[in-house]
């Protein structure tokens, strides 16, 4: 069986998965005449991004025009607006591909920017052997992360994902160039070192020796994302981790990622999560190992130092 008591599906190799999570990993072994013998077919694209790279077999992308066969060691990825429509290829009597589903962290925008894409999804083809090795075996770290259900699983596989997505980076050869910009590193990092400030645009302008207009296009150039939006996130995620691994009040650690509104807090955080605060730090596997609480530190910082 693979729903659940409300009759939800609970197999990602089968349709009517919900894939409403942060990331899940497998690998499809589709034979000819098996069960996993259609199609996917998501023309409306997903909410999240998919890497998928094949292990055996062939498998055909798109239909028309716009078709091309996978093979091993041939990696795909689908941003959220890119139509899914593959299956086994026709010649092929069987396609097994592992494949990684995820919401990416704001700050690795630069690593799904792939440069060769057809219909918007990206396409990367490592040919030595040894580099093919290494991938599938972090794809399969991945999933196996990912499973053990240990308490920080889903954060060490969104590690091992990062690691991924940064060796597809360097596997492409084009990209051997034009790094980022430091003034835009340097302002990513003057904003994560003042996440509970206030720290305005023109603030972090004057910071990097930009005008306020110039900072906020490169930003959305080198990033891909706008510069508050991504502020946002690193404020989401190091509140998912405080609200995990401390038992501060909520406010406490609303306040120590940027919000002095409690209310407003818990509206941006069920907007980026999906559930409110408190429902998150009750469904997060495990409790607290030890209950350590940030109260009586002003910034993450000073809470940081307190807990040394
Ligand atoms: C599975 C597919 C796989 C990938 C995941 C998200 O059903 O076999 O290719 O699309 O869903």
Wanted: net charge neutral; hydrophobic share 40%; glycine share 6%.
């Amino acid at each position: 069986m693979h729903l659940d008591d409300n009759g939800q599906q609970l197999d990602p190799l089968l349709p009517g998965y919900s894939f409403n999570v942060y990331l899940v990993a497998g690998m499809t072994p589709i034979i000819e005449n098996g069960p996993l013998d259609f199609f996917i077919d998501r023309n409306k694209g997903m909410s999240g991004f998919i890497i998928n790279m094949t292990v055996k077999g062939q498998g055909k992308v798109f239909d028309g025009e716009e078709a091309f066969i996978t093979e091993p060691g041939d990696l795909l990825l689908f941003p959220p607006d890119a139509v899914h429509y593959y299956g086994r290829a026709p010649q092929s009597a069987n396609w097994y591909h592992r494949w990684v589903y995820f919401r990416p962290r704001a700050y690795w925008a630069n690593w799904l920017k792939w440069r060769h894409q057809v219909n918007k999804v990206g396409r990367l083809t490592l040919s030595d052997k040894a580099v093919i090795n290494e991938f599938d075996d972090l794809f399969q770290q991945i999933e196996q992360t990912h499973k053990a259900g240990r308490r920080s699983s889903e954060d060490l596989a969104i590690n091992l994902l990062e690691r991924l997505l940064i060796r597809c980076f360097e596997e492409t050869p084009e990209n051997r160039s034009k790094p980022i910009d430091l003034r835009i590193e340097e302002a990513c990092q003057y904003l994560s070192r003042n996440l509970a400030e206030e720290v305005n645009l023109d603030d972090v302008a004057r910071h990097v020796c930009l005008s306020p207009s110039r900072l906020a296009h490169l930003f959305r150039e080198q990033m891909g994302v706008n510069i508050l939006r991504w502020r946002e996130d690193q404020r989401i995620i190091l509140a998912k981790h405080l609200l995990q691994s401390t038992c501060s009040p909520i406010a406490k650690v609303a306040g120590l990622v940027g919000y002095d509104d409690q209310m407003y807090f818990s509206r941006v955080f069920r907007k980026r999560v999906g559930t409110s605060p408190s429902i998150f730090r009750k469904t997060s596997e495990g409790s607290p190992v030890q209950c350590v609480d940030a109260v009586g530190a002003d910034s993450f910082a000073d809470f940081l130092g307190s807990q040394n």
